[in-house]
């Protein structure tokens, strides 16, 4: 296949690249730096990636390199929790996502010959937060300023239905690895000084990056796929839960919490992210066979910490 990705750079899409050139895939990347693109990808060690700049939320001629790509993949977003959400901040937040999306549609429209599937992120931030809700791909929307922003985002994905394009839209819980949340919540463990953030009665609905990469993989190459799936571990914890199983596997003490006001002072509205959650259950992803790799957390964070 050729593949064209936005957010190759990042956490998930840097590892997706090298699957995909592993298995002999082309691979567009498409960013906003192209000289970091090509330190990461470096053309001597992947001879297969094709490095192009473009600006993802304004029209460009990047978009005619999308012509002869088999698929897509969409996941360029701004981060959501590094920095308070201002409303500058949230206003590029929302942007990211719904104008980028909208320009990738725009893209594929004007494509010759068009791509056969997009596969777009979302997140669980589609399902609102609760301590005593369980969530499936079939519930409906929630509130807060994450639901807005994962509507809005959904509903440009939703454009490419019309183009003939098949469309798999991802919900992507909070992905651990090594890097990405985990490395922000190691120092403190080895320290002798980790524990649960807030309450620790919220959810935390994860899924291990390997396995978001052979979603994503299986969302590109398998036609019967198609629609809304939650791309979470068929195992959430909650926030107490997961902090005991960090302990345990680094065989550290995992008794003292972080208070929420702590974060918030931080983060202000952006702790939302942390100090809220939701269980999410991937219904419609275990119903297709998917095989996850780290269904479970202590495996999950064995592999990560340790491999």
């Known amino acids: 296949m050729k593949v064209a990705i936005t957010g190759a750079t990042g956490f998930v899409g840097s590892r997706l690249v090298e699957r995909l050139h592993e298995s002999g895939d082309r691979v567009l990347v498409l960013t906003r730096n192209p000289e970091r693109a090509k330190r990461v990808f470096p053309s001597s060690t992947f001879p297969n990636v094709e490095i192009v700049a473009y600006t993802p939320t304004e029209s460009g001629e990047w978009q005619k390199s999308l012509s002869g790509c088999d698929g897509v993949v969409n996941l360029a977003g701004e981060p959501l929790a590094e920095g308070r959400w201002t409303p500058e901040r949230k206003q590029a937040i929302m942007d990211s996502r719904k104008i980028g999306t909208q320009r990738i549609v725009e893209a594929i429209s004007q494509a010759n010959p068009k791509p056969t599937v997009l596969v777009s992120t979302s997140a669980i931030g589609y399902y609102g937060t609760s301590e005593t809700a369980t969530f499936?791909?079939?519930?409906?929307?929630?509130?807060?300023?994450?639901?807005?922003?994962?509507?809005?985002?959904?509903?440009?994905?939703?454009?490419?239905k019309d183009l003939g394009v098949r469309l798999v839209i991802l919900r992507v819980g909070i992905v651990l690895g090594m890097g990405g949340a985990i490395a922000k919540m190691i120092p403190p463990f080895k320290l002798f000084a980790g524990g649960p953030i807030g309450s620790g009665r919220q959810w935390f609905s994860w899924i291990h990056r390997e396995d978001l990469v052979n979603l994503i993989l299986a969302s590109l190459r398998r036609s019967d796929i198609e629609g809304v799936y939650n791309a979470t571990a068929p195992n959430p914890v909650r926030?107490?839960?997961?902090?005991?199983?960090?302990?345990?596997?680094?065989?550290?003490?995992?008794?003292?919490?972080?208070?929420?006001?702590?974060?918030?002072?931080?983060?202000?509205?952006?702790?939302?992210?942390?100090?809220?959650?939701?269980?999410?259950?991937?219904?419609?992803?275990?119903?297709?066979g998917f095989e996850y790799q780290y269904p479970n957390l202590k495996s999950a964070l064995e592999n990560i910490l340790f491999s």
């Open 136 to 160: 499936d791909e079939s519930s409906a929307t929630g509130e807060g300023f994450l639901a807005e922003v994962c509507q809005a985002w959904e509903a440009q994905a939703q454009k490419a």
């Open 239 to 288: 926030m107490s839960d997961f902090s005991h199983t960090m302990g345990q596997v680094l065989k550290r003490p995992s008794w003292l919490p972080v208070p929420g006001f702590a974060l918030e002072v931080l983060l202000g509205d952006a702790a939302v992210v942390v100090l809220e959650g939701q269980e999410v259950v991937p219904k419609r992803t275990l119903q297709f």
